[in-house]
């Protein structure tokens, strides 16, 4: 199965932190309760499944439903601040994440939706699934 965590690429982290100026793009509002290192590891893990599924799916009709990761990110970390954590403490949470779990987090998240290792209609599926159920993967693909 795709490595989602490893599509994800850490130029978008300094450019964000650089530059926390929100635009049109789907929002991806922190979880109730979460910490900065939680906020930050579950937007990674939805930006990467959904970025992992539009790169595997893109012949089934799954894309991205925005263009700019970059200001995508921008936006969530303007809406981390404002959620009352420091840029520090964000910056903290990007530097810290733990890679292998985050993309096993997301390759049990694909598998308990019933994706099969090796099975790119069963990936594709959930994909299709996630835009309709609108979760928070799905809100960042779209199916044309």
Do not use: H, W
């Not at 200001?71 to 733990?98: S, V």
Request: aromatic share 6%; hydrophobic share 45%; glycine share 6%.
């Amino acid at each position: 199965m795709i490595n989602p965590v490893r599509i994800f690429f850490a130029g978008a982290l300094a450019a964000a932190l650089a530059s926390c100026t929100a635009t049109p793009v789907p929002v991806m509002a922190p979880p109730p309760g979460a910490t900065a290192k939680t906020a930050v590891e579950s937007y990674i893990r939805v930006v990467s499944t959904a970025q992992a599924i539009a790169e595997s799916c893109s012949a089934y009709g799954i894309t991205l439903a925005f263009d700019d990761r970059d200001a995508m990110t921008q936006a969530y970390i303007a809406q981390l601040i404002d959620a009352g954590f420091t840029q520090a403490e964000i910056e903290t949470a990007f530097n810290t994440i733990n890679r292998d779990r985050i993309s096993a987090d997301a390759v049990r998240y694909m598998d308990e939706r019933g994706a099969k290792k090796g099975d790119r209609e069963s990936f594709c599926a959930v994909g299709a699934s996630e835009i309709e159920k609108g979760t928070a993967v799905g809100r960042l693909l779209s199916l044309s």
